[in-house]
């Protein structure tokens, strides 16, 4: 059976606002507002951000380190990467208080997860050091499953309901996978000064487009070297 080569459509981004926090490096869409995690301050903090404006809504410090990736299970409870020692993934009550903490897959001494995403009862994490996007059971940790992630700098990750997006940093792709690991398509951005930041955290939210018509929600993602949160609609397969 032949593989077949997915299909490449180029995309633009559009500036949406900066964030407040010096360093932005992970996001997750809810319906209340848009959570970051930072990767400079000290403590570094997850932040509710205004959807409109980019304004803290409210946040709270964890005790990770250089965090690249955060989510939102559905009872409410933050789940934070923090990607240098401790390489763990740190679970929060809404209040702040930390709860848990679980062993990141794939992790070295050095580093560990990036992007998080939770689908169906399960977590997602998508690890550099591996070059690894893998499920996980969030009671104990287990790896449920693993597939390829792209190229070397697997970064963000986001769920529309049919594709679990990654981004890739360095190459500045967004891919679309199956569960199952199947690419199914990859948006890149467009060359030159008007395509938008570096991706770093990336989340899908379904929300109204940025103009374009044709299309199935957005990806929003965030550059941490220049604050930058970004989207970009996705177009209709």
Request: net charge negative; hydrophobic share 30%; aromatic share 8%.
């Amino acid at each position: 059976m032949t593989a077949t080569t997915p299909t490449v459509v180029k995309v633009t981004a559009q500036l949406r606002w900066y964030t407040p926090c010096p360093q932005p490096n992970g996001l997750q869409a809810t319906e209340e507002g848009m959570w970051v995690i930072d990767q400079q301050d000290h403590p570094l903090m997850a932040m509710l951000l205004d959807w409109e404006t980019g304004k803290e809504i409210r946040s709270f410090p964890t005790e990770t380190n250089h965090s690249s990736g955060i989510t939102v299970a559905p009872n409410g409870n933050i789940w934070v990467a923090s990607t240098y020692p401790p390489t763990m993934l740190f679970e929060y009550a809404p209040d702040g208080t930390e709860l848990r903490r679980l062993p990141t897959p794939g992790a070295t001494e050095k580093a560990g997860g990036h992007g998080l995403e939770w689908i169906d009862g399960k977590l997602w994490v998508t690890v550099p050091p591996s070059a690894t996007t893998y499920q996980v059971d969030p009671q104990d940790g287990r790896i449920l499953k693993q597939f390829p992630a792209p190229g070397k700098r697997p970064h963000g990750v986001g769920w529309d309901g049919k594709h679990l997006w990654v981004t890739e940093t360095s190459m500045r792709t967004f891919t679309a996978y199956t569960l199952d690991g199947e690419v199914a398509r990859v948006l890149e951005l467009e060359a030159g000064p008007a395509e938008g930041p570096e991706p770093h955290g990336m989340t899908y939210w379904k929300g109204q487009s940025s103009g374009s018509t044709g299309t199935r929600g957005q990806l929003w993602y965030c550059d941490a070297a220049t604050r930058a949160v970004c989207t970009v609609d996705i177009p209709e397969e």
